[in-house]
C-alpha cells in the first residue's frame, strides 16, 4: 500500500510562513493534482514528499514511514526535466536501475519496453539536447517510470512544453494511469490539466498555502464515462468537465482577488 | 567591405587588422635594427633571428639542438602539468562537494596563493634539485591553482536539479561524484586545465632559466651568457610558438566538450 500522508504539515523559510498546515491523505494508485496560485507552496509539498525538503511541523509520511530523504520508490517528474546533458537517452533512464543494482539482461529489457511505450525508440544513443521538449520530457517519464515506483511525483512536468505537445502528454500520462496504475501527486497551475488528470484535485490558497478544498473528479468521470472519449478536447466539451473546470477556477479566482486588494 | 549590421568588425577586416598590427611589429623591429637605430648586437633583425632558428634547428647549441630542448621542456613541462592536474581537479571537486574539506583547505590555499610560481624556484631547487624535479615543482605550482580553483567552482555551482534528479534516482554519493558532479563540471574544469596550462607553460621557462641543464630556457640563459642576442629571440619565439599549440589543442578540446552537450 503506497498511500502518501501530508499530517499537519508547516514550513518555514527564513521566518516565512511557506506553508501553514496541510493535511491531504493520496489514497494507494490514486492521482491527486494539487492546483494553486503561484508561491502558493505547492512545489515545496511535492519536495517534502520526495524527501528533498523537509517540514517545519508536522510529517510527511509513504505508506506507514516517515519520510527522511529521496528515495527510488518515489519517482520524481522535474518540471525542467532535469535529464543529465552528458548522458544518451538510454544511460539516462539506465542510472536508476544501476542505482537499484537490477541485473544487466533486465535492465536491458526494462529499458527496451519502457522506451516503447514513451514512443522513443530509435532515440537510445541521441543526447537531451538533440530532442525536442516533448520528447525530452517522455525521456524524464521513461526515467522514472522504468524503476516502477509505488509513488509517481510529478512537479508541473509539462508547464515547459508547447500546448500541442502539453495535449499530446497528457493524453500519454492517462493512458499510462489507465494501464499501470500508480499512486501520484501531480503539482500544476493549469486546471483543465487537473481536471482531465486527477482523480482529486486538491486547491491551496495563495501564501501562507493550506488546502482550501478538495474536489472528486473521479466519481464525476466515472458516472459521465469520460475515459471512453480518447481526445482531450472531447471531454474538455462535457459538461461535466466544464462545470468543474469552472468551480476550480472560481475558488482559484477568489485567491487571486486576495492577492490584489 | 560593407559594415555587418551589428556594427562589429566581420572576419575578414578581424583577420586584415590582426595582419597589419603584425606587420607594423615586424616592420618597426625591423626598422630599428636595420637603419641601424639600436645595434644589431642589442637587437637583431627578425631575419637574423629566423636564420638563427632555423639554424638552431639541426645545429645544437648548449649541448643540444632546438627540438630536442623543446622536447626536454615538454617532457617535464607534460608531468609538472599532469600532476598538477591529477591533484587539483579530485582535491576542488572533492572541496565542491564536502563543506569540511572546504574550510580545511581554503587557508592553506589562500595563503600560498600569491606565492608566484617562480618564487617556488629557490625552494624547488633546494628540496628536488635541478634535474627534473625542481623544475617539474615549479610547473606543478603554476598549474595546479587554476585546475583547483575551477574544478571547485565547477562543483560548487552545479545545477542543483541534477544533485536532486540523482538523489531520487537512488544514487549513493560516490556515484553522483564520479557520474553527477564530475561531468556537469567539465566546462569549469577544462577552462581551468587551459589557464593551468598557460600559467604552467611560462613557470617551466622561468624554472628553467634558473634550475636544469636542458631545455629552452636553459638555452636561452646560454645564449645570454655568449651574447647570442639571436639565440635568446630564438628560444622566446620558440616558447610563444609552442605555447599557442598547447592552449590550440585544450581549445579544442573544449569546443569538444561543448559541442558534445550543444552548448556550441
Keep these: ?261 | 567591405m560593407t559594415p555587418r549590421p551589428d556594427g562589429r568588425p566581420s572576419r575578414a577586416e578581424i583577420w586584415v587588422l590582426g595582419a597589419a598590427g603584425l606587420a607594423t611589429f615586424f616592420g618597426l623591429w625591423a626598422a630599428l635594427s636595420g637603419f641601424g637605430f639600436v645595434s644589431p648586437r642589442f637587437l637583431p633583425s627578425p631575419a637574423a633571428v629566423a636564420m638563427r632558428g632555423i639554424f638552431l634547428l639541426a645545429h645544437p647549441f648548449a649541448g643540444a639542438s632546438l627540438p630536442v630542448h623543446v622536447l626536454s621542456s615538454l617532457g617535464r613541462y607534460g608531468l609538472g602539468f599532469l600532476l598538477g592536474a591529477c591533484v587539483g581537479v579530485p582535491l576542488g571537486l572533492l572541496m565542491g562537494w564536502y563543506r569540511l574539506l572546504d574550510d580545511i583547505v581554503t587557508p592553506i590555499f589562500d595563503a600560498l596563493r600569491f606565492v608566484a610560481p617562480i618564487a617556488w624556484v629557490p625552494f624547488a631547487a633546494l628540496w628536488f634539485g635541478t634535474g627534473i624535479g625542481g623544475p617539474v615543482m615549479v610547473i606543478f605550482a603554476g598549474a595546479f591553482p587554476p585546475c583547483l580553483i575551477n574544478a571547485y567552482r565547477g562543483a560548487r555551482f552545479v545545477d542543483k536539479k541534477f544533485l536532486e534528479a540523482a538523489r531520487t534516482l537512488g544514487a549513493g554519493n560516490l556515484r553522483i561524484i564520479v557520474e553527477v558532479l564530475l561531468p556537469a563540471s567539465v566546462p569549469s574544469i577544462v577552462a581551468g586545465l587551459r589557464v593551468g596550462a598557460g600559467l604552467g607553460w611560462q613557470s617551466l621557462v622561468g624554472a628553467e632559466l634558473i634550475v636544469a641543464s636542458s631545455g629552452v630556457g636553459y638555452m636561452m640563459v646560454q645564449g645570454q651568457s655568449a651574447v647570442s642576442t639571436t639565440t635568446v629571440l630564438s628560444g622566446m619565439v620558440a616558447i610563444g610558438i609552442v605555447g599557442y599549440l598547447v592552449d590550440l589543442v585544450l581549445r579544442e578540446i573544449q569546443t569538444a566538450t561543448q559541442r558534445r552537450r550543444g552548448l556550441a
Design chain 1, 1 to 261: 500500500m503506497s498511500t502518501i500522508t501530508f499530517d499537519k504539515v508547516g514550513r518555514i523559510f527564513d521566518s516565512v510562513t511557506a506553508i501553514e498546515e496541510i493535511n491531504l491523505h493520496v489514497r494507494d494508485k490514486e492521482f491527486v493534482a494539487i492546483v494553486g496560485p503561484s508561491g502558493c507552496g505547492k512545489t515545496t509539498c511535492l519536495r517534502m514528499a520526495a524527501g528533498l525538503d523537509f517540514p517545519s511541523s508536522g510529517e510527511v509520511r509513504v505508506g506507514e514511514r516517515k519520510v527522511a530523504g529521496p528515495g527510488p520508490d518515489r519517482a520524481v517528474v522535474f518540471q525542467q526535466f532535469a535529464l543529465f546533458p552528458w548522458k544518451s537517452v538510454y544511460d539516462n533512464v539506465d542510472f536508476g536501475l544501476r542505482n537499484k543494482r537490477v541485473p544487466a539482461s533486465e535492465r536491458r529489457d526494462r529499458i527496451a519496453a519502457v522506451l516503447k511505450v514513451m514512443n522513443l525508440e530509435g532515440y537510445e544513443r541521441s543526447f537531451p539536447h538533440q530532442l525536442s521538449g516533448g520528447m525530452q520530457q517522455r525521456v524524464a517519464i521513461a526515467r522514472a517510470y522504468v524503476l516502477d515506483p509505488a509513488v509517481l511525483l510529478m512537479d508541473e512536468p509539462f508547464g515547459a512544453l508547447d500546448a500541442q505537445t502539453r495535449v499530446l502528454m497528457q493524453e500519454e500520462l492517462v493512458r499510462l494511469a489507465r494501464v499501470n496504475p500508480r499512486t501520484v501527486l501531480f503539482i500544476t497551475h493549469g486546471v483543465e490539466e487537473a481536471v482531465y488528470l486527477a482523480d482529486r484535485v486538491a486547491i491551496m490558497t495563495r501564501r501562507p498555502g493550506r488546502i482550501k478544498e478538495i474536489m472528486d473528479i473521479r466519481s464525476v468521470r466515472e458516472a459521465e464515462r469520460w475515459d471512453n472519449r480518447t481526445r482531450i478536447e472531447d471531454v474538455m466539451d462535457l459538461e461535466s468537465f466544464v462545470h468543474l473546470r469552472t468551480a476550480i477556477w472560481r475558488s482559484l479566482r477568489e485567491e487571486k482577488t486576495k492577492e490584489t486588494t
